[in-house]
T-cell receptor, first 115, second 111 residues
Framework: AQSVTQPDIHITVSEGASLELRCNYSYGATPYLFWYVQSPGQGLQLLLK??????LVQGIKGFEAEFKRSQSSFNLRKPSVHWSDAAEYFCAVGARGSTLGRLYFGRGTQLTVWP | NAGVTQTPKFRVLKTGQSMTLLCAQDMNHEYMYWYRQDPGMGLRLIHYSVGEGTTAKGEVPDGYNVSRLKKQNFLLGLESAAPSQTSVYFC??????????FGEGSRLTVL
């Protein structure tokens, strides 16, 4: 069965600093991988996704993520964090070949940005 | 440009009461989902539907029922609410794997 681990429950960075949020997954083959962001009181918004091809994917709001098959990881990065990036971030995995579209989510990483 | 709309957004129930959460999507998506979000637990799938008239159990289905009588609507019911069902409930829909579109959530408190 698929599973997702986000090792960091809470991360604090200063505005302008770089950011890396970790995500490890468990799956028997190459999965579909996603990062979602949730602002307070809001639903989740898709930041970026990896289906195939280039392992470095670009998303919205200046985020990128790199798929590393050997490490079963899909870490999210941003070179310079803005105060508006403070939110909760969820990594998710979906099964290739599935017609269901369902995803398995990690438990989330809460990002705090200091001015 | 509504996307996924959930009603109500807030509700307080007493133990044993029943209620229904309504999810409506205007994107003609086949797949719809109900998740619950609890602190430190991420999102857990309650029930989902792969098309009109179909429903299936997710990870945490106990105490909930669902119906998908129309393609655009997905209802989540609690027949006899319990304090353990205090949570934020999210509806989502998708056309294909992973492109989930979420509603803004419904916060339920069971006293």
């Amino acid at each position: 069965a698929q599973s997702v681990t986000q090792p960091d429950i809470h991360i604090t960075v200063s505005e302008g600093a770089s950011l890396e949020l970790r995500c490890n997954y468990s799956y028997g083959a190459t999965p579909y991988l996603f990062w979602y962001v949730q602002s307070p009181g809001q639903g989740l918004q898709l930041l970026l996704k990896y289906f195939s091809g280039d392992t470095l994917v670009q998303g919205i709001k200046g985020f990128e993520a790199e798929f590393k098959r050997s490490q079963s990881s899909f870490n999210l990065r941003k070179p310079s964090v803005h105060w508006s990036d403070a939110a909760e971030y969820f990594c998710a995995v979906g099964a290739r070949g599935s017609t269901l579209g369902r995803l398995y989510f990690g438990r989330g990483t809460q990002l705090t940005v200091w001015p | 440009n509504a996307g996924v709309t959930q009603t109500p957004k807030f509700r307080v129930l007493k133990t044993g009461q029943s209620m229904t959460l309504l999810c409506a999507q205007d994107m003609n998506h086949e797949y719809m989902y109900w998740y619950r979000q609890d602190p430190g637990m991420g999102l857990r799938l309650i029930h989902y539907s792969v098309g009109e008239g179909t429903t299936a159990k997710g990870e945490v289905p106990d105490g909930y029922n669902v119906s998908r009588l129309k393609k655009q609507n997905f209802l989540l019911g609690l027949e006899s609410a319990a304090p353990s069902q205090t949570s934020v409930y999210f509806c989502a829909s998708s056309f294909e794997v992973g492109e989930l579109f979420f509603g803004e959530g419904s916060r339920l408190t069971v006293l």
